[in-house]
């Protein structure tokens, strides 16, 4: 069965500096992998996404993601954090048969200090 | 467009009763998913429609909870009798239906999620 790990429960970095989000999956096949941020009262938003070719994904918002296969991780970063990033970030990875079904981490909530 | 709207926002109710909780999908997608994320755990899938059929509900914890999607469009899952361990937030997403030859994953657009306190 495929699992997704997030290993930081919370993190808190300040406004203007980098930020890195860890994710780990396990998964048997060539994974769909997926970042989301919920924002206080709002959805789940998708940040990027992953299905093939370059390993290195570019999102919204100015994050991006690297698949590393042999590490079974799919990282987030962002070079320079804003007050309004924070929020809960969510790693999956999708099951796809044509229509797919999510399995997600637990979550890693993001506090900016000024 | 209209995205996935999710009505109510947050609902409290004792144990023993009944809560109905509705999705309205972005108009044209015929899956529909329900999710549901217990406090501090992970999101966790429930089940899966395609139009009017459910196409998976793996996902569903238990007899006390009923999803329908009747007509295809909007869903409700209903939650009777209501339990101390029903409490979280019950996300619906939905997608397009993609078809053969697929190009690549689909991808779920979420709604607000509702959150359920049952005290």
């Known amino acids: 069965a495929q699992s997704v790990t997030q290993p930081d429960i919370h993190i808190t970095v300040s406004e203007g500096a980098s930020l890195e989000l860890r994710c780990n999956y396990s998964y048997g096949a060539t994974p769909y992998l997926f970042w989301y941020v919920q924002s206080p009262g709002q959805g789940l938003q998708l940040l990027l996404k992953?299905?093939?070719?370059?390993?290195l994904v570019q999102g919204i918002k100015g994050f991006e993601a690297e698949f590393k296969r042999s590490q079974s991780s799919f990282n987030l970063r962002k070079p320079s954090v804003h007050w309004s990033d924070a929020a809960e970030y969510f790693c999956a990875v999708g099951e796809w048969d044509g229509n797919e079904k999510l399995t997600f981490g637990t979550g890693t909530r993001l506090t900016i200090i000024p | 467009e209209a995205g996935v709207t999710q009505f109510p926002s947050h609902s409290v109710i004792e144990k023993g009763q009944t809560v109905t909780l509705r999705c309205d999908p972005i108009s044209g997608h015929d899956n529909l998913y329900w999710y549901r994320r217990v406090m501090g755990k992970e999101i966790k899938f429930l089940l899966h429609f395609v139009k009017e059929s459910k196409q998976d509900e793996s996902g569903m914890p238990n007899n006390r909870f009923l999803a329908e999607r009747t007509g295809g469009t909007y869903s409700t899952l209903k939650v009777q009798p209501a339990e101390l361990e029903d409490s979280g937030v019950y996300f619906c997403a939905s997608s397009q239906l993609l078809r053969a030859p697929y190009s690549g994953a689909n991808v779920l657009t979420f709604g607000a999620g509702s959150r359920l306190t049952v005290l």
């Open positions: 992953y299905f093939s070719g370059d390993t």
